[in-house]
């Protein structure tokens, strides 16, 4: 049954039908409610022939959708039943600490999409949105002992023209139930932004610390030279904490979603490398492929070549390599050492740090990745004259 069909037969069936000139494609109602809405060839949500309508609480399927696509034939219940949760003892005493603490202006700005920077640079624009971080102090959210954490938003980037938008809405539903208690809470909100150049292409990401980082291209050249400064965790993670134990440099923290921070991400790959939910890209937005915990290769030790110099022995963060007197009725062939680099394959990770500081090519890790020198030749096109 088409979508024209179902709006003619809504009144009577009581399901659900989308506007196609309000839906922007943020995939939000197909993600969480696939057993009602698919995205079609269009680029458009639409509704299944057999959507499982009384699922779900009608109320939250129609506020999932960030600018109001979604229309319901019936009635729709009230948002979601805080008065189900059960209250927390004394929580008035609480609530009353709070009721005279003049509200965070930079979140409540942040809740309306005001928190932003733009960047305009040889070839492109830069863009960076910053998403709530903390909950309103509204008085449900302590009657009912929920969270000062705000959970993570759905997120939308989209052209339309010379105009860039982001619309950002809450996902969590009881959170989403406190939006409608507070008029300086809403429950989504679009920033728009009127741009003049010919766009040859566009580059985004939203980070687990609520982060939305837009690049606009005006060049082919740099648009294809371009990378990101760091592996990125998508909303694919679990939080099952396995990155953060095998990152070299501890760019890794724990969240919701776990967050790599680009000033100490040395694009290694080892994150993606032990991830077993496919949830890290590196820094070409490519997902690095995972391996089998027991195919992770381990440091070789080219032992001929190795001079005892111990850099890989300190830079190990993992304390995977020692070093080893060698015997004297050694075969080994450089009279000028006593000692070589000895693997501990039970700790190595594979990260590649000691390949990278042997400057006699005599140690390496035999899998497939190697350290890019990123965004060099991006920066350098962007020094050039030219």
């Known amino acids: 049954m088409a979508d024209s069909a179902l709006q003619e037969t809504a009144e009577a069936a009581g399901i659900f039908a989308v506007d196609p000139e309000l839906c922007i494609a943020c995939d939000a109602c197909c993600q969480d409610f696939p057993e009602i809405f698919y995205m079609g060839d269009d680029a458009k949500a639409h509704t299944l022939e057999a959507q499982e309508a009384d ?36 929580w008035e005493l609480e609530w009353s600490t709070w009721r005279g603490v003049e509200e965070n202006k930079l979140e409540r ?17 830069r863009v ?25 938003y759905g997120a939308h980037a989209y052209m339309n023209g010379q105009t860039l938008s982001v619309t950002g809405w809450v996902k969590e539903p009881k959170m989403r139930a406190l939006t409608h208690t507070s008029s300086s809470f809403p429950g989504q909100f679009t920033t728009s932004w009127d741009f003049e150049g010919d766009f040859v292409g566009m580059e985004h990401r939203f980070d687990a610390h609520g982060k939305m980082t837009v690049m606009l291209f005006t060049d082919q050249k740099v648009m294809d030279d371009w990378q990101w400064k760091a592996h990125f965790i998508t909303d694919a993670c679990t939080a099952c904490t396995i990155c953060e134990r095998v990152c070299p440099t501890n760019a890794i923290t724990g969240g919701e979603r776990f967050y790599i921070d680009p000033d100490l991400c040395i694009n290694c790959s080892v994150c993606g490398v032990y991830c077993p939910f496919d949830a890290i890209d590196d820094s070409e937005e490519s997902l690095v492929q995972k391996i089998k915990p027991k195919q992770v290769p381990k440091a070789l030790v080219h032992e001929e070549l190795c001079t005892g110099c111990e850099f890989c022995v300190d830079v190990c963060p993992f304390e995977a390599l020692e070093m080893k007197a060698l015997e004297d009725d050694s075969l080994y062939s450089m009279p000028q050492t006593s000692q070589i680099a000895y693997v501990i394959e039970k700790n190595c990770v594979s990260c590649k740090l000691c390949e990278q500081v042997c400057i006699k090519d005599a140690i390496e890790v035999p899998r497939a990745h190697q350290f890019s020198d990123i965004g060099m030749s991006f920066m350098s096109y962007l020094e050039d004259d030219h």
């Open 55 to 90: 699922k779900y609480n009608a109320r939250t399927v129609v506020d999932v959708c960030p600018t109001d696509a979604i229309g319901f034939s019936g009635e729709l219940p009230e948002a979601e039943d805080l008065g189900a949760l059960e209250e927390v003892p004394g």
């Open 109 to 125: 700005d942040r809740r309306y999409g005001r928190d932003y920077t733009v960047e305009e640079a040889k070839g492109y624009y």
């Open 128 to 152: 960076e949105l910053n998403f709530p971080t903390v909950v309103p102090a509204v008085r449900d959210r302590f009657r009912y002992g929920l969270s000062e954490v705000m959970p993570e």
